[in-house]
């Protein structure tokens, strides 16, 4: 049995000018032309998880599956801002998911129709999941948690020593 994290589909919630208006929990949609996107894209957001997710060991003894959903704001300047976990699966799952955000790169913001760059509210869902595929590329086991938590301990480090 080989354990996962299937890579997620980023959606937005919605974008405007004054804040959000958000649609209800089921409609996604965007009032921007320019929707907020992570650098490199698609592609680099999936390699970005794909390095500070681990499935937590404890999930794996109790064989907990399941998604956990992160709701958080692109702000006008790309930054990451406000993630909240608007869904969550077990206290384990939901902070290594919530982790993320601390090391995630600036995006390039929502733009509307005149060019301004505006915030913009996303949800993005973490599938974490056991496959009997072997070679199903949605799926990692490389890092373990213990080695991820070494790895984001160093580039706190880091991070201090450049302020």
Known sequence: MKLGFIVPILLIISASKNGFT???????????PKVAEFPGGNVALQTFLHEFICYPETGSKDSIQGKVFIEFTIDSIGNVVKPK???????????????????????????DSNGKKVDAKFILPFNFRFSQK??????????SCTELELKKRKLRDEKKKRE
């Not at 077990?90 to 998911?97: G, K, V, W």
């Open 134 to 143: 072997d070679d199903n590329p949605d799926f990692f086991t490389e890092i």
């Open 22 to 32: 958000q649609a209800n929990d089921k409609v996604i949609g965007c009032e921007v």
């Open 85 to 111: 976990i608007k869904r969550g699966l077990r206290p384990d799952f939901d902070s290594i998911c919530l982790s993320v955000f601390e090391f995630m790169p600036r995006w390039i913001p929502s733009e």
